[in-house]
């Protein structure tokens, strides 16, 4: 399977597989194969490179890796129990190499950096991506300049200050990190390797976890995913449409976003059917660092997202701060997993599911555990 072009989500322009970052018409950029079947083909069973040919980078020389994916799926068996579904699964991305799933997307969009000759990166984020984007930077001796929203935990602060990057911490939320970001590639020449859906390149490493999942398991019924804007969702969605394509599955999992009360444009717009997603108006103040994303200026990340949801069948589900607290104790306390709030947002999500009587005991769940709870421990005292 090779990469052939970028595609825009909207206008359907296609684009040859350089520095593209967003088409003319200001749609969401792609990457689009030959989907020639094919097996499988493991490389070294080191990292999620085992699936080099279904990633669009042309030389293997150019990959920078730490090591990332290849994650722990974990049966959960004493929650399944208490949540009565048999077949419950954690896949646990905190076991990356920065200890968040964002490794993925960063370790293939700066693959795809150096193979553009690129030598200055920047990113915009709410902390998690930023921290990847640093370890990556040193790791392939990129400059390497960090956005955050002023009220990043001090846990990731100093985690991307380790790395040896530069930190610009911005007023006010994420959305104004976004921004800053996007002006300062566009001036001083850095390249953006912002994990929305702004680089099409790192959405490409998302995907390589329903490659990981299908290897495992097949084809689970849900997979429930924490979601700012979305990439991760999509990605994963991505991957199965292709392992479709490639004849290797026959149908797609339902994917069920998971967001804070405190910050839910999907969630508001899937609960009242509309076909795209609004900028989320209010304070974005949840205990939920990483997906707290009031996708201000880019409604159209939220929508791409929803339409993934939409696509699979799937669901929007918000949870309370409270309910939020109790997912991480029931899987530290059940599981010995201690996720970061944002990561095990999926437990709570899978409860109210299994109340409300849409998933029933045999069906195969999958429950994406995003980030560790070394990451903001401190937001729990
Ligand atoms: C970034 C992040 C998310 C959200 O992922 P998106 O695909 O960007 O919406 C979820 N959980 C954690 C821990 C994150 O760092
Ligand atoms: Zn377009």
Redesign the pocket.
């Known amino acids: 399977m090779k990469a052939k072009n970028l595609f ?1 989500n ?2 359907k ?1 296609k684009y040859p597989l350089k520095d593209f970052l967003t ?3 200001g ?1 969401i950029l792609e990457v689009e194969y030959n989907y020639t079947s094919e097996n499988i083909k493991k490389l070294d069973k080191k990292s999620m490179w085992d699936y080099f040919n279904y990633l669009p980078i042309d030389n293997s020389k150019n990959i920078i890796s730490l090591g990332e994916g290849l994650t722990p799926l974990i049966k959960l068996n004493n929650l399944s129990k208490k949540i009565e579904i048999n077949e419950l699964f954690v896949k646990n991305e905190s076991c990356n190499p920065t200890a968040s799933f964002k490794d993925r997307p960063v370790s293939t969009g700066i693959s795809k950096a150096k193979e553009l000759g690129k030598n200055k990166i920047i990113t915009a984020s709410s902390g998690n991506a930023a921290a990847s984007v640093a370890a990556y930077s040193a790791k392939a001796g990129m400059l390497c300049k960090v956005v955050v929203p002023e009220k990043t935990p001090n846990e990731k602060l100093k985690q991307i200050k380790a790395y040896g990057a530069e930190i610009v911490r911005v007023k006010g939320d994420y959305s104004n990190s976004y921004d800053y970001a996007i002006k300062e590639s566009e001036q001083n020449g850095f390249y953006n390797l912002t994990t929305t859906y702004l680089n099409p390149y790192s959405v490409e490493g998302d995907k390589t976890v329903a490659y990981e999942l299908f290897e495992e398991l097949g084809l689970p019924e849900y997979i429930f995913v924490p979601v700012g804007a979305g990439p991760l969702l999509h990605g994963i969605l991505k991957g199965y449409k292709e392992l479709m394509k490639l004849k290797k599955v026959h149908k797609l999992p339902k994917m069920v976003a998971v967001q804070p009360e405190k910050c839910a444009p999907i969630v508001e717009a899937f609960d009242k059917d509309k076909k795209s997603v609004k900028e989320w108006q209010h304070d974005p103040d949840t205990i939920a660092s990483g997906i707290n994303d009031p996708l201000r200026g880019y409604k159209n990340n939220g929508t791409l997202t929803l339409k993934s949801i939409y696509e699979s069948n799937g669901y929007a589900i918000k949870l309370s701060d409270k309910k939020i607290i109790e997912s991480v104790e029931l899987l530290a306390q059940n599981e010995g997993i201690y996720a970061e709030p944002a990561g095990a947002v999926g437990i709570g999500a899978t409860i109210n599911m299994v109340r409300n009587n849409i998933i029933n005991t045999d069906d195969k769940v999958v429950i994406m555990v995003t980030g560790h709870g070394l990451k903001n421990a401190g937001s729990l005292n």
Do not use: A, L, P, V
Request: aromatic letters at 0%; a negative charge; hydrophobic letters at 0%.
């Open positions: 825009c909207e206008c322009k088409c003319e018409c749609g």
